[in-house]
């Protein structure tokens, strides 16, 4: 989740969702299972936490924060 606000908020280096994934390397070789603590798909915990760091930003912008 920190990977995912750096990214989004602080840098503004991610647009998009899929953007996000080829900067984490996340989704790409299907070891989840082994890889991800909860042993299940990352797919969507990244999806809740571009969402969350999208908004995050739209709120900072809206009242001039960043």
């Given at each position: 989740?920190?990977d ?19 900067a ?8 989840c299972k082994?890889?991800?603590?909860s ?10 936490a ?7 930003l739209s ?7 960043l």
């Open positions: 989740m920190k995912v606000l750096e990214l989004i908020v602080e840098k503004q280096e991610v647009k998009t969702f899929q953007e996000l994934v080829e984490t390397g996340a989704m790409k070789s299907c070891r082994t890889q991800n603590p042993g299940k798909c990352c797919k969507e915990v990244l999806e809740d571009f969402n969350y760091a999208v908004g995050l709120d900072s912008s809206d009242k001039n924060i």
